[in-house]
């Protein structure tokens, strides 16, 4: 995840390939056995995964994740996602879809 300031002052989050892949496991409701089985990549990686994607967004488990995902779907296609509007709370939720 890198995390850069765009011009208006916001901070964002751009996720990488794997990050991606994982958050979008997450938000169809994959546990940590299926997310490793389906990437090819140990639970251990899937485990620091979901702790680097949590930490910098201030989110606690599985539920925020899903809802950030579902809040922010331009993050499932690499763009940037503001975290905060002008150190506010997190972007509140808006209806979306994942992309299937």
Do not use: F
């Not at 892949?21 to 997310?35: D, H, R, S, W």
């Not at 539920?63 to 950030?68: C, P």
């Amino acid at each position: 995840m890198r995390t850069l300031t765009l011009e208006s002052g916001v901070d964002a989050v751009i996720l990488s390939l794997r990050e991606r892949q994982v958050l979008y496991l997450v938000a169809t409701g994959a546990q940590n056995k299926e997310i490793a089985a389906q990437l090819g990549i140990s639970l251990s990686t899937v485990k620091a995964l979901l702790l680097r994607l949590s930490k910098p967004l201030g989110l606690h488990n599985r539920v925020e994740l899903t809802l950030w995902a579902l809040a922010q779907p331009a993050a499932l296609s690499g763009c940037a996602v503001p975290t905060r509007l002008a150190g506010g709370p997190l972007l509140p939720l808006r209806e979306s879809r994942l992309p299937a």
